[in-house]
């Protein structure tokens, strides 16, 4: 089979490269040799146990800890480019250490405390309930996991796209030190060690510690003394690991990590002719009072130009074996993260509409796991209590909306206790079904203080929530694995992230004719009110497997169905920006394909791609999408080694990323301007490895096309803002050693 990929689209081209790997699967079924493969299979710890990767009954993708070296990626953001059906985009408040992810169309556009991401996104089996502020570098990483789909009955609330794992490495007692350093265009500079020590036979610890800054892509052209750039951004991050083996059977791993980072706002423009009946536009301003390159910002408000993060956390993991057929697994953490950031809305000079805000939060979690074997069933079952205690404020000395004071209060604290089971049995050698249930109380108290005249209006509400999951997998004697999944999880109810609806019920009661009685008449009729909870169920089915000492792949066909799903919806109104939940039902369904083909000793090809298509209840007449979701998701990388004369090696290796035109907000309507276009990223890296030395020096290129892409449109009403990506091309050198 012969197909010639030159001249096709990006899709096209992934899908002719997969059809290809498939079609030359059955010659290399013939040519095996009973010699050791080439595909080393990845351990992972999806289901809290740990399975080899084929043998789990769910769509996942895995990177270790090498993978991610030989791919050049140092933050999650790239992750999202090589995974099918996942996007992960950094917009929120204009911040660059934000992470938002989207898997299989659910995901959040948001930051602010009373909101909840759809993705849950988990660090050594911690939980992080914040996407902004926390420590996002991909130091130290043992490996990736990326589960999609619901994942309710072992991960709780706020999976039901899917979660994220990201493992980092244990101490052990092997002595090693590695050190590495990165130059490169757009003021790249970046530099880490990382070391692992045996102190005694029971005691053993690593640390990590690194520095990595980048240049902007544009100027404050209105704020000469600006600290930094458009898109600049700097961070410090460290991480240290002790682990004890008190005995035997007892194992205590103590970890501590923190980051401090600093930069200029991500880049963003704002369109106003675009919507010549808007506030902006009506107030005399234009497009022509931004800026003509869309990466330099003309705000004259430093409070916007300079956004920071830090965040730190506490970790103890205390592992006991009670016996060789049982054990625990204990899990407490406490973490910390605060922001500063913000928008200049109509990006001019004009102090009409800017938000500067800081953010907080504090949550502390505690889970206890007990697994074992019960002759051919395996067990893993635990409880579980998480506790969140957050705020975010824009201060009316700092904000400003239609060139008056505005502000933003808003805090909730989150107690969330839940108790899980999962069993599996081997029916025979082949076959294997597996099942599990989770039950949840959640409980949420929230404030928010948008108008003094109001004052602060609070709300309280509970919610339980049962989720359950059924799954099989047999394997065949070629090795595949086929599985089936019904799957269910959900997402806590929230509260509106934005309230200023509030003011205009106070002017509609009288306003301050009547102030203290408008004011009663809102605190009486509260409608500051948590949504209900969102519910997903799942059915999945899929192969995977190694199919020859050549040739692994995995395909998955999944229906996915969402009741009191929100979407965000931001408007402008007379009282401020309002930022509303409307609630719809959506069914997502689609396939995702990854494939690594070992073409020849030297020549390795990694494809990867995914398909989905997301229909969405009516409302009113108007059909929705689903926002910042492309229906085609591709990514090649093929890499080749090869060996020079005086034994060094060579390894070159290239990725193509494509992601699909999206819509910015839950509307396709062409009249609203927030398409996003599609786009193709290209990297590269060129490693150079001595013979016989302990350490190697690495050409690279990212983005190399120098792709500009925009990574979220909103439209208010009033204007468009556009969020642009913080992603140029770059070239440099990076340089590592291990000692």
């Known amino acids: 089979m012969s197909i010639t990929v030159r001249n096709l689209s990006p899709i096209a081209g992934a899908l002719a490269v997969a059809l290809t790997s498939l079609s030359a699967t059955s010659v290399m079924a013939e040519e095996a040799q009973a010699e050791k493969s080439k595909i080393e299979a990845i351990t992972v710890t999806a289901t809290k146990r740990s399975q080899v990767i084929y043998e789990v009954p769910i769509a996942m993708s895995a ?32 911040h660059n250490s934000s992470a938002n992810p989207f898997i299989r169309g659910i995901g959040l556009q948001d930051h602010l405390i009373t909101t909840d991401p759809g993705v849950s996104v988990y660090v050594d089996g911690v939980y992080l309930g914040r996407q902004v502020g926390q420590n996002w570098n ?20 706020n999976s039901i796209g899917g979660a994220i794992n990201i493992i980092t490495k244990q101490p052990d007692q092997g002595a090693v030190t590695k050190v590495s350093a990165e130059v490169g265009t757009r003021g790249r500079l970046k530099g880490s060690i990382f070391t692992n020590q045996a ?28 600290e930094y750039d458009v898109g600049e951004n700097q961070e410090f991050h460290g991480r240290v690991s002790v682990k004890y083996n008190a005995s035997e059977d007892l194992r205590l791993v103590l970890t501590a990590d923190a980051n401090d980072g600093e930069g200029g706002t991500r880049p963003y423009t704002t369109l106003i002719d675009e919507l010549p009946n808007g506030r902006l536009y009506q107030n005399g301003l234009r497009n022509s009072d931004t800026t003509l390159d869309p ?110 004071p505005t502000k933003l209060e808003l805090d909730q604290e989150t107690t969330s206790r839940a108790i899980f089971v999962n069993v599996g049995v081997d029916v025979t050698d082949d076959l294997r079904i597996s099942g599990g249930v989770r039950y949840t109380e959640d409980e949420k108290s ?29 394997t065949f004697d070629n090795g595949l694995n086929w599985y089936g999944t019904v799957q269910t999880g959900y997402q806590s109810g929230q509260y509106p992230a934005r309230p200023y609806f ?65 979407y965000q919806v931001n408007v402008v109104t007379d009282a401020g920006f309002d930022t509303n939940n409307l609630i719809v039902e959506q069914t997502s369904r689609g ?55 005086s034994g060094a090696t060579i390894n070159a290796r290239m990725d193509i990323s494509y992601r699909d035109d999206m819509y910015g907000e839950p509307s396709s309507d062409p009249r609203r301007m927030t398409q996003i276009d599609s786009r193709t990223t290209t990297n590269f890296d060129i490693t150079y490895s001595p013979m016989n030395a302990n350490w190697d020096i690495s050409l690279y290129g990212r983005n190399i096309f120098d792709e500009r892409y925009d990574d979220a449109r909103l439209n208010t009403g009033d204007y468009i803002l556009v969020i642009k990506s913080n992603d140029a091309s770059e070239f440099g050198v990076r340089y590592k050693a291990t000692f």
């Not at 929230?446 to 004052?455: C, K």
């Not at 205009?504 to 209900?532: L, P």
């Open 63 to 94: 990177f270790s800890g090498d993978d991610l070296d030989s791919q050049g990626i140092s933050d999650i953001t790239d992750v999202g480019k090589f995974v099918p059906n996942l996007n992960i985009t950094g917009f929120s408040a204009g």
């Open 591 to 645: 396939v995702e394909f990854e494939s690594t083909y070992y073409v020849t000793d030297s020549f390795t090809l990694h494809s990867s791609f995914g398909f989905m298509d997301v229909d969405v209840q009516e409302q009113n007449g108007v059909k929705p999408v689903a926002p910042l979701t492309p229906e085609w998701t591709a990514s090649i990388s093929p890499s080749y080694e090869f060996e020079l004369s």
């Open 138 to 157: 991909l130091a130290n990483i043992e490996r990736i996991e990326v589960l999609r789909g619901p994942q309710g009955t072992l991960y709780g609330r």
């Open 199 to 226: 102190v005694t036979e029971d005691l053993s610890f690593n640390f990590n510690m690194g520095f990595n800054r980048r240049g902007g892509l544009g100027e404050f052209v209105n704020l000469p003394n600006a």
């Open 446 to 474: 929230a404030s928010t203080n948008v108008f003094d005249p109001v004052g602060t209006i609070r709300s309280h509400r509970d919610w339980d929530e049962i989720s359950w999951e059924l799954a099989a997998n047999y």
């Open 295 to 404: 990466y330099d910002n003309a705000t004259s408000t430093v409070e916007t130009s300079t956004v920071s993060n830090n965040a730190n956390g506490i970790s103890l993991t205390a592992e006991y074996d009670i016996s060789p057929d049982f054990g625990t697994k204990f899990i407490f953490s406490k973490r910390s993260s605060e922001y500063k950031a913000g928008l200049d809305d109509d990006s001019t000079a004009a102090k009409l509409d800017h938000y500067p805000e800081r953010g907080t939060a504090d949550q502390t979690s505690v889970e206890l796991q007990l697994t074992g074997y019960l002759g051919s069933a395996d067990f893993v079952t635990g409880v579980y209590w998480f506790n969140e205690e957050g705020s975010n404020r824009q201060d009316s000395s700092e904000a400003s909306f239609d060139g008056g």
């Open 502 to 566: 509030l003011i205009g019920q106070f002017f509609g009661a009288g306003g301050f004719e009547k102030q203290e009685e408008a004011a009663a008449a809102v605190r009486a009729n509260n409608a500051f009110m948590a949504s209900d909870n969102i519910s997903a169920i799942n059915y999945e089915t899929g192969f995977k497997g190694q199919l020859t000492d050549d040739f692994s792949m995995s395909v998955a066909f999944f229906n996915t169905e969402y009741d009191d799903l929100p």
